[in-house]
């Protein structure tokens, strides 16, 4: 045999022997139990927060609908506990710029283009972060120009 071959063996003989020490048995000492499924909610923009102690808010914005979503986490699992949607909520047009959580408040800020006086109004809207809840929007500034 040549060089090559001997070491094409000595090769196939290692990878073997890593291949046969890979299949580790797992443990049975455990259940895999699956949550109740929930429906997904789709949307342009997803953007997550932690609200407490195992829980999760989610605010899903497509187009001017906003969806609300809170989520709470044990050991079972996941659970869907608070669903709001707020169809044709923003104004036509609405842009979403940020989403802001402070300590104990969730700020919802958008942009809008008013077209009669060509600028653009920024708002936001706090969300009440037990209730699942949005407060009736506060303009923050205008700008001119695009």
Same mark, same amino acid.
């Given at each position: 045999?040549?060089?090559?071959?001997k070491?094409?063996?000595?090769?196939?003989?290692?990878?073997?022997?890593?291949?046969?020490?890979?299949?580790?048995?797992?443990?049975?000492?455990?259940?895999?139990?699956?949550?109740?499924p929930?429906?997904?909610?789709?949307?342009?923009?997803k953007?997550?927060?932690?609200?407490g102690?195992?829980?999760?808010?989610?605010?899903?914005?497509?187009?001017?609908?906003?969806?609300?979503?809170? *989520? /709470?986490?044990?050991?079972?699992?996941? $659970?869907? !506990?608070?669903?709001?949607?707020? %169809?044709?909520?923003?104004? &036509? =047009?609405?842009?979403?710029?940020?989403?802001?959580?402070?300590?104990?408040?969730?700020?919802?800020?958008y942009?809008?283009?008013?077209?009669?006086?060509?600028?653009?109004e920024? *708002? /936001?809207?706090?969300?009440?972060?037990? $209730?699942? !809840?949005?407060?009736?929007?506060? %303009?923050?500034?205008?700008? &001119? =120009?695009?």
């Amino acid at each position: 045999m040549n060089y090559l071959n001997k070491c094409l063996w000595v090769f196939l003989l290692l990878l073997s022997s890593v291949y046969s020490e890979a299949q580790v048995q797992l443990s049975t000492d455990f259940d895999v139990k699956l949550g109740e499924p929930y429906k997904v909610v789709d949307a342009r923009s997803k953007r997550y927060f932690s609200v407490g102690n195992n829980k999760t808010l989610s605010v899903k914005t497509d187009r001017e609908t906003v969806y609300i979503q809170m *989520y /709470s986490y044990t050991k079972a699992g996941a $659970k869907e !506990t608070l669903k709001t949607e707020y %169809k044709k909520e923003l104004q &036509k =047009g609405s842009q979403l710029i940020d989403i802001i959580q402070t300590k104990d408040k969730l700020h919802y800020i958008y942009e809008v283009y008013n077209r009669k006086n060509k600028n653009f109004e920024v *708002y /936001s809207r706090e969300i009440n972060q037990n $209730k699942g !809840t949005f407060a009736s929007p506060k %303009k923050i500034f205008t700008s &001119k =120009g695009k």
